[in-house]
């Protein structure tokens, strides 16, 4: 396991020894052509962002980011910028979920989008920045990492001291992770329950089912194939899984409905992300040669599925898709994969979603932590008053998208306050 925990750091320490001395083409300003925007960034400027980042108060950050890089006379100097605007973005988010400071505007506090397009708008000025000094392209992808990682809560994952809690009673530790909007070319205005509840919950605590105290951290994804193949999960997770009680891996799922997911399946089904691009293959890790078909749950998910967690029914989904042993078509199986069998869909299908739940489970066996509680939790589709359903002529929040995306965040917190007290 020693082995394995150091294994997961290489990829930031060599990130670290990225220089700045070689001399690159320095990007243009935004606007002129030279610098080419990211499908996520060219979305910025379409209506809905727009609107959601001022109804918000977050439409000053990108321009002030941008003023601040350009008076960064180093590199040094650059990082500190980045970093401080990443955290401030983070930070700023959870607390406008929280209720805490000013609201920035009348979009509802509980919204992730903000977060979302503030987080898109300073890549894209980071991307465009043209510093006084040589910057390598090695250079400028650590900063984009480090805004990355620092606005996503990702690097933020702090618990208390066990005996934190009241009259010294034992703290517990509860990991939680969501993910940003996707499908953005359906419907710009998306928002994903996942992601908000991840800003709802973060650095929060809860009373489990058995009485005890419990703290929850969180941190947020990307809807990104490359950014999973390239380690963020593990990088993100496997410091902070020896020390938790319980994790889960949370995302939007199907309408009407929460899902435990069983078993997760080692397949890409190649559906687009929010760059448009797709990936059918199976599912890249270090040590392919020990990599399983399938991980199982170890959530406790009969005791989630037969509490009263909200207004949501609650499902243990143990359908798979699987090539069986010797065979090349695909096959639905409603009780679970067969002895053999290659994967095509886990219970919560080959995108993303399933392919986070992998990662992390996979993760949690190579650490050892076979014993410890988690897996992934589907939450229903969050959906737009019927009045509002056309994209075109929608509005970017309503009345009862609000109440579904609040009414989502309170039952994935009474879903963990069973999963962490459960025996």
Do not use: C
């Given at each position: 396991?020693?082995?394995?925990?150091?294994?997961?750091?290489?990829?930031?320490?060599?990130?670290?020894?990225?220089?700045?001395?070689?001399?690159?083409?320095?990007?243009?300003?935004?606007?002129?052509?030279?610098?080419?925007?990211?499908?996520?960034?060219?979305?910025?400027?379409?209506?809905?962002?727009?609107?959601?980042?001022?109804?918000?108060?977050?439409?000053?950050?990108?321009?002030?980011?941008?003023?601040?890089?350009?008076?960064?006379?180093?590199?040094?100097?650059?990082?500190?910028?980045?970093?401080?605007?990443?955290?401030?973005?983070?930070?700023?988010?959870?607390?406008?979920?929280?209720?805490?400071?000013?609201?920035?505007?009348?979009?509802?506090?509980?919204?992730?989008?903000?977060?979302?397009?503030?987080?898109?708008?300073?890549?894209?000025?980071?991307?465009?920045?043209?510093?006084?000094?040589?910057?390598?392209?090695?250079?400028?992808?650590?900063?984009?990492?480090?805004?990355?990682?620092?606005?996503?809560?990702?690097?933020?994952?702090?618990?208390?001291?066990?005996?934190?809690?009241?009259?010294?009673?034992?703290?517990?530790?509860?990991?939680?992770?969501?993910?940003?909007?996707?499908?953005?070319?359906?419907?710009?205005?998306?928002?994903?329950?996942?992601?908000a509840t991840a800003l709802a919950l973060?650095?929060?605590?809860?009373?489990?089912?058995?009485?005890?105290?419990?703290?929850?951290?969180?941190?947020?994804?990307?809807?990104?194939?490359?950014?999973?193949?390239?380690?963020?999960?593990?990088?993100?997770?496997?410091?902070?899984?020896?020390?938790?009680?319980?994790?889960?891996?949370?995302?939007?799922?199907?309408?009407?409905?929460?899902?435990?997911?069983?078993?997760?399946?080692?397949?890409?089904?190649?559906?687009?992300?929010?760059?448009?691009?797709?990936?059918?293959?199976?599912?890249?890790?270090?040590?392919?040669?020990?990599?399983?078909?399938?991980?199982?749950?170890?959530?406790?998910?009969?005791?989630?599925?037969?509490?009263?967690?909200?207004?949501?029914?609650?499902?243990?989904?143990?359908?798979?898709?699987?090539?069986?042993?010797?065979?090349?078509?695909?096959v639905v199986r409603p009780d679970g994969?067969?002895?053999?069998?290659?994967?095509?869909?886990?219970?919560?299908?080959?995108?993303?979603?399933?392919?986070?739940?992998?990662?992390?489970?996979?993760?949690?066996?190579?650490?050892?932590?076979?014993?410890?509680?988690?897996?992934?939790?589907?939450?229903?589709?969050?959906?737009?008053?019927?009045?509002?359903?056309?994209?075109?002529?929608?509005?970017?929040?309503?009345?009862?998208?609000?109440?579904?995306?609040?009414?989502?965040?309170a039952q994935v917190r009474a879903i963990?306050?069973?999963?962490?007290?459960?025996?």
């Amino acid at each position: 396991m020693a082995s394995l925990r150091a294994a997961l750091a290489l990829p930031l320490a060599a990130l670290s020894l990225a220089l700045v001395a070689a001399p690159t083409a320095p990007a243009a300003a935004a606007g002129t052509g030279a610098v080419t925007p990211t499908v996520e960034e060219a979305r910025l400027d379409r209506a809905a962002p727009r609107e959601i980042l001022r109804r918000s108060g977050f439409a000053a950050l990108a321009p002030e980011f941008a003023r601040a890089l350009d008076r960064a006379g180093s590199f040094a100097a650059a990082e500190q910028v980045v970093g401080r605007y990443g955290a401030g973005l983070w930070r700023r988010a959870v607390e406008r979920a929280q209720g805490r400071g000013d609201a920035g505007g009348d979009l509802s506090r509980d919204d992730d989008r903000p977060l979302y397009w503030a987080r898109i708008a300073l890549t894209r000025e980071l991307r465009a920045w043209e510093p006084g000094f040589t910057v390598t392209e090695e250079g400028r992808a650590r900063l984009l990492d480090r805004l990355e990682r620092s606005s996503r809560g990702q690097d933020s994952l702090r618990f208390p001291d066990r005996t934190e809690g009241k009259a010294g009673q034992g703290v517990k530790r509860i990991l939680l992770t969501g993910f940003d909007p996707f499908t953005l070319d359906r419907d710009t205005r998306i928002s994903n329950p996942s992601g908000a509840t991840a800003l709802a919950l973060d650095g929060t605590w809860l009373r489990t089912a058995d009485g005890s105290l419990a703290r929850v951290e969180t941190a947020v994804f990307p809807v990104r194939w490359q950014d999973f193949a390239d380690g963020t999960v593990e990088r993100t997770l496997g410091p902070r899984l020896p020390d938790v009680d319980l994790f889960t891996t949370v995302s939007q799922g199907r309408p009407g409905r929460f899902d435990i997911e069983r078993t997760n399946g080692a397949w890409r089904g190649g559906f687009p992300d929010n760059e448009n691009l797709s990936r059918t293959e199976t599912v890249p890790v270090d040590d392919p040669a020990t990599q399983p078909q399938w991980t199982s749950t170890t959530l406790p998910y009969a005791a989630i599925t037969a509490a009263p967690t909200g207004r949501f029914p609650v499902y243990d989904n143990t359908s798979v898709t699987e090539l069986p042993a010797g065979g090349d078509t695909p096959v639905v199986r409603p009780d679970g994969p067969t002895p053999g069998s290659r994967a095509r869909a886990g219970g919560g299908g080959n995108y993303l979603s399933n392919e986070i739940a992998y990662r992390a489970t996979l993760l949690r066996d190579r650490l050892g932590l076979t014993r410890l509680p988690g897996g992934h939790v589907h939450t229903p589709v969050l959906q737009f008053g019927p009045d509002n359903t056309d994209p075109a002529t929608g509005t970017v929040t309503d009345p009862v998208f609000v109440r579904n995306r609040l009414d989502i965040i309170a039952q994935v917190r009474a879903i963990l306050a069973v999963a962490a007290g459960a025996r």
